[in-house]
């Protein structure tokens, strides 16, 4: 008797359910019809496009601060121009990526904590080239203890707005110009030896931590 009636109840459901989701397989296939007309297609291909550019330059501040070169140098093209002449004079330098890595896996790693906070990023794209800016503001820390205990702490911090060139290769959008505009600084630059001193030997004891797959 219980499990007859439990199989009438579960028909009443299941009588229920069928009514309730006969229209959802005609509304889903509308659904993907209005999606896959040519105008969507166009603005979903745009905006994947501006996403996918604003993923990389939100990555680039990320890998760097995370000292993750081999995932940040695969964001750039083969040869980089990097221009940093507003914050430290000098020309401009095309490098190939992995000379690139190298010279900020000298640095960055050395500091206790860097932020590269990035905002504000516009992109504009024409056909497999894009250009886009972001506003930044790079924070640098690094504290020393001495031989009698004494602690300094150092800090740095630069802001400003990077204009980046990106180019479309093998469905990704790799960065192949990079320039800083500085419009601020605070702190003392002399940190930045004392991280490049320290970075080898820090930079070690964070790939030893890394998880094996």
Avoid: C
Avoid at 78 to 100: I, N
Avoid at 173 to 189: A, V
């Amino acid at each position: 008797m219980q499990a007859l009636k439990f199989t009438d109840k579960f028909k009443q459901l299941a009588a229920a359910f069928l009514v309730l989701t006969a229209g959802v397989p005609h509304m889903t296939t509308q659904a993907q019809d209005q999606v896959n007309t040519p105008e969507q297609r166009q603005v979903l291909s745009s905006n994947q496009t501006r996403d996918q550019i604003t993923r990389n330059i939100k990555s680039f501040a990320s890998f760097a601060d995370q000292s993750a070169f081999e995932y940040l140098g695969a964001l750039f093209n083969q040869q980089v121009t990097v221009d940093y002449t507003s914050a430290f004079g000098g020309e401009p330098a095309v490098v190939d990526r992995v000379t690139l890595m190298k010279q900020w896996a000298g640095l960055l790693p050395g500091f206790d904590l860097t932020y590269h906070d990035i905002s504000n990023i516009k992109v504009k794209i024409s056909g497999l080239d894009a250009r886009a800016t972001a506003d930044i503001t790079a924070s640098h820390y690094l504290t020393e203890t001495n031989a009698e205990g004494d602690v300094t702490q150092d800090f740095w911090q630069i802001s400003g707005y990077y204009i980046f060139k990106l180019k479309r290769v093998e469905e990704q959008w790799l960065i192949e110009s990079l320039t800083l505009k500085r419009t601020n600084e605070n702190g003392s630059r002399e940190v930045l030896a004392k991280a490049a001193a320290l970075a080898p030997k820090k930079l070690a004891a964070k790939q030893a931590q890394l998880v094996a797959l």
